[in-house]
């Protein structure tokens, strides 16, 4: 198993679950964890909740000590801010901190933040300055290509990062612009690599095993950080495909995410919340129109494993 160093942090395997906003909470985490995903991103954290009502985000940075190496995921569009909301997080004792600069979604980016920070170079430096001096964990950002076409500012971003203490760079190969509705340019990913001796994590258009060992190859990354893809299919993560799974290990996969959510939750917004997660488990495994309907409307936990069981006769 290959091993990287973010700051003094050792990370053993190179595929890595992506932070994603009501996706990677703790239930998923701790099943993609162990599936092998190599750091435990939680989801992106706004500073101003933080700062306002930290235990408007206790749910998000909740973790298992079998989960770490841990990352919180900080965003807002003022350094002060996010400095002074990575020290109160500093209390739950995470190993990394990460500065989102790669959420893309409107409400995020047109204030600024996520993506919307990569129009202000300088406040980047200056947060990663005030990040490394202030913190004794290791600072990471996750970035993109730019904001848009014309402002293509990876290269630099990288290099600021870099040079104002930052220990790794997670890389998204499409611009905020594009969200993702172009294919992800893993050549960027390649030139950011080159130039600069931090780690590079490579993001974008991972669907397959195949496509993990292709980026290694063509990018020369040090590891991929999976999203969508890993979304109903945590085997990715162990470079399985899931066509090759048997229904029972499906079924049975399901049922403990299903566990793990109701635990975490409670039983009806546990269910609810799994929801998202269950279309996509089942996807492939020609489940009847009605059938699927009756598993994504029901509430009662009881009643959506004795369905779930009733698939593996099919």
């Known amino acids: ?6 700051g003094d942090i050792g990370v053993q395997g190179d595929v890595i679950l992506a932070p994603m906003d009501g996706i990677s909470d703790h239930p998923f985490r701790s ?3 162990e599936f092998g995903s190599a750091i435990s991103y939680a989801e992106f954290i706004n500073a101003r909740e933080v700062l306002s009502n930290i235990k408007l985000i206790q749910k998000k940075v909740v973790f298992d000590r079998s989960e770490r190496p841990v ?3 900080v965003y807002d569009d003022d350094p002060l801010n996010i400095l002074e909301a990575a020290l109160r997080l500093m209390q739950y004792k995470p190993d990394i901190l990460d500065v989102n600069l790669g959420c893309s979604v409107k409400a995020v980016a047109n204030r600024g933040a996520g993506a ?3 129009k202000q170079p300088d406040d980047i430096r200056r947060t990663f300055e005030l990040l490394t001096t202030n913190l004794d964990v ?3 950002a996750k970035i993109r290509l730019g904001w848009d076409e014309d402002t293509l500012n990876y290269l630099e971003i990288a290099r600021i990062i ?8 997670a890389m998204h190969g499409r611009t905020r612009m594009q969200t993702y509705s172009h294919p992800a340019r893993w050549e960027a990913i390649k030139e950011v690599k080159q130039a600069i001796k931090i780690p590079v994590i490579g993001n974008g258009d991972i669907r397959s095993v195949a496509d993990i060992d292709r980026m290694i190859g063509e990018t020369g990354c040090d590891a991929v950080m999976i999203g969508r893809a890993a979304v ?8 399985q495909e899931k066509s090759v799974v048997s229904r029972a290990e499906v079924i049975k996969v399901t049922l403990e995410h299903l566990q793990k959510s109701v635990d975490f939750y409670g039983e009806l917004n546990g269910v609810r ?5 269950l279309k996509r488990y089942l996807e492939g495994l020609d489940i009847e129109p009605y059938r699927m309907q009756d598993l994504l409307s029901e509430e009662d936990t009881d009643n959506l494993v004795r369905i779930l069981h009733s698939l593996l006769n099919k």
């Open 232 to 239: 109903g299919n945590p085997w990715i993560l162990r470079r």
């Open 273 to 277: 919340k799994f929801r998202k997660f």
């Open 31 to 33: 099943l993609a964890k």
């Open 162 to 169: 870099e040079g104002s203490g930052g220990k790794a760079i």
């Open 138 to 140: 290791p600072i990471t």
């Open 1 to 6: 198993m290959s091993m990287m160093k973010i």
């Open 71 to 73: 990352a919180f995921q």
């Open 116 to 118: 919307g920070l990569l």
